[in-house]
């Protein structure tokens, strides 16, 4: 199916609402064009709130599996695209992921007969002929029609990207979103290419790029046009002179989203970044990482310039109970609905943080790893204050049986739809208080990884009233062993899951094929049983199960599954969906390898992970000379 001009204008015009979209679903219907189907089961799905459970959402997304299963390669051929190529956004494809030589080769067709208008690509920067490629990518006449530009590298002369990015010839003036990680940056050129070239772009990540504060006095000069709405920093060693420069700047006043994580920021950074002159459009800041003490906290509780503060995100501090009070108590705030607190020094006395909070709409509360204890829950419990929550998270908090018990009497988080419990010191008591609990009966996503849940407590998890809607479940790091498998397979249960992680628990070749076994789990995206203790057999089971066609992820590392568990899962075409598959650890040598490289049906993997194992270089140049990997990232080391 091929979009007409007119169509594509009017998606592109009217991109950011599904209008045009839905107006040409409609008539692809008539046509009896499956796309159709696909553009709205998309546009439906791209509405709902992703925590929420809903059998409305259950079924869009059961039917825009079977949709890609069935139709998915077929339209991607038509395209010249590869599975690991591209994805559907809303019903078409939007995005590519593609070496330079593919672009040249593909991008012309895909900008005349698609809504692709972003692309990353993947170079192999130590290649001087693929840098020569990318140069020729970028210049290419059909690049003037893309708005969104991704590259990636680890430590890359920065001096030779920018000067590939800044050639006349290269038509990237109209970019509006600009993704750089990993590059070593030499800051004037960079702040030079920011303030010409690159002047348009109001998404802008230049994440781990050794920038220090010397890179913001050159670009921040006054730019009254500058369009900027996102910046992420993350990783760049800023430090306090570079909030100060962020501070005097007139970038943030536009800004709606602002990425400070791993930057040294300090206290005084965050007390200078706070006094900006405008700050009213802001709707996200991340400061996770930066060394912050309560006095922090304290001056984001007093500022008064922050309107549309949606999202604060603190994880990884030295922030106190003191300072979150003046947070959540700043009548400035009261529309916050995300807060991440993680690893930070709350103590037991969280609880009287929220005692007179102003917030009113908070639906995500991150609280992992505060020293919290059992005393804290009760209290937290009570708080009427958290009455909206959806998602909240008390990992590694030294919980028992008695914080349980409080969570599962409380009609306050009735509302949740994601809980973390892993990392606590939860055993049967607390699972079944848990499992049994009618306020958790909403629940999609369940964490109880690292709490030593065994076979008792996981039938109890078979028997929970979310038992029939979970969709994610993380029991790694347990007790269970092959009887667990073996009451799933029988029992029916878990339906509606679609991320499954039981790694690092006992199951053996037994377990695997009780779960092979299981059928009903046909849902499944995502199933990880890392250091599971299986072997060839059990991974046979696993490679034979036609329900798990529909697997995108795949983990298996650390068991000892050999050359006959990979031949078996090279011969398993059902499989043809992953994106990802993990086989470090795994005892595999050569032979492993070869039969990888003549696994032609695996071309939707992006990553292959095949670290500390036994390969020669001869077999590892084999792979990655395979066709149909050539897209994929594979891991060695």
């Known amino acids: 199916m091929t979009l007409s001009r007119s169509v ?30 696909l553009i709205e089961v998309q546009c439906a799905l791209a509405r709902w709130d992703p925590w929420r459970h809903s059998a409305e959402r259950a079924r869009l997304e059961r039917r825009q599996g079977e949709l890609l299963a069935i139709h998915g390669d077929g339209w991607r051929d038509a395209l010249g695209l590869h599975a690991n190529e591209a994805r559907f956004r809303r019903g078409l494809i939007e995005h590519v992921r593609l070496r330079p030589e593919r672009w040249l080769a593909l991008g012309e067709q895909l900008v005349d007969e698609t809504t692709v208008d ?39 002369d920065g001096e030779k990207l920018l000067s590939i990015l800044e050639r006349p010839d290269a038509p990237l003036e109209q970019l509006v979103a600009l993704s750089l990680r990993g590059f ?82 300090r206290d005084d950074g965050v007390e200078l970044l706070l006094s900006a002159p405008s700050l009213a459009k802001l709707r996200a800041l991340s400061l996770a990482k930066n060394g912050l003490t309560e006095r922090a906290a304290q001056w984001i509780g007093i500022v008064s310039a922050v309107p549309a503060l949606r999202s604060i995100e603190l994880a990884g501090n030295e922030v106190t109970a003191l300072g979150v009070r003046a947070i959540v108590e700043n ?19 969280v609880a009287s943080m929220f005692t007179n909070a102003s917030l009113e709409k908070l639906e995500h509360l991150e609280l992992s790893g505060n020293y919290l204890t059992n005393e804290a829950i009760p209290a937290l419990s009570r708080e009427p204050r958290l009455a909206s929550l959806t998602a909240l998270s008390l990992a590694a908090n030294n919980l028992t049986t008695r914080a349980a018990t409080a969570l599962s009497k409380a009609a306050r988080w009735s509302s949740l739809v994601r809980l973390d419990l892993s990392s606590n010191e939860l055993r049967g008591s607390a699972i079944r208080a848990i499992a049994g609990s009618p306020h958790l009966a909403g629940l999609v996503s369940l964490d109880l990884s690292t709490n030593g849940l065994d076979n008792d407590g996981f039938d109890a998890l078979l028997e929970s009233v979310f038992a029939r809607t979970i969709e994610r479940l993380d029991l790694s790091d347990g007790r269970l062993t092959a009887p667990s498998m073996r009451a799933l397979a029988e029992r029916g249960h878990f339906e509606q899951l679609r991320a499954l992680t039981l790694s690092d628990n006992r199951l053996g070749d037994d377990g695997a094929i009780w779960l092979a076994t299981a059928d009903h789990l046909r849902s499944l995206v995502s199933l990880s049983l890392n250091g599971c203790g299986l072997r060839a057999d059990g991974t046979r089971a696993i490679a034979g199960a036609k329900h798990l066609q529909g697997l995108e992820r795949l983990e298996l590392a650390r068991n000892v599954i050999s050359a006959a568990g990979v031949a078996a899962l090279c011969r398993a075409r059902h499989l043809a969906g992953l994106h990802e598959l993990t086989l470090r650890q795994c005892d595999l040598s050569d032979s492993a390898l070869l039969d990888l490289a003549n696994a032609t049906h695996f071309v939707a993997l992006c990553e292959l992970d095949l670290g500390r194992n036994h390969f020669t270089l001869a077999a590892q140049s084999a792979l990655l000379a395979a066709p149909h990997l050539a897209h994929t990232n594979v891991q060695f080391e």
């Not at 693929?130 to 029609?145: G, K, P």
Request: with cysteine; glycine share 6%.
């Open 184 to 265: 070593a940056l030499p800051e004037e050129a960079l702040a030079r290419a920011l303030n010409a070239r690159f002047a348009r772009v109001q998404r802008l990540s230049l994440v781990y790029c050794k920038l220090r504060e010397t890179f913001f006095t050159p670009w921040l000069m006054p730019q009254p046009e500058r369009a900027l709405r996102a910046l992420d920093l993350t990783g760049n060693p800023i430090g306090t002179t570079g909030a100060l420069a962020l501070a005097m700047s007139g970038v943030l006043g536009g800004l709606e989203s602002l990425d400070l994580s791993s930057c040294d920021v």
């Open 8 to 37: 594509l204008a009017a998606i592109r015009a009217d991109a950011d609402r599904d209008d045009a979209r839905l107006h040409f679903a409609s008539a692809l219907r008539t046509q009896g064009d499956p796309r159709g189907e």
């Open 331 to 349: 009548k400035e705030l009261a529309s916050l609905e995300h807060l991440s607190l993680a690893w930070n020094k709350l103590g037991p006395a």
């Open 118 to 156: 972003s692309i990353e690509l993947v170079v192999d920067w130590k290649n001087e002929r693929d840098v020569a490629v990318l140069e020729r990518a970028l210049t290419a006449a059909h690049t003037a029609h893309v708005r969104a530009l991704t590259l990636a590298a680890n430590g890359f």
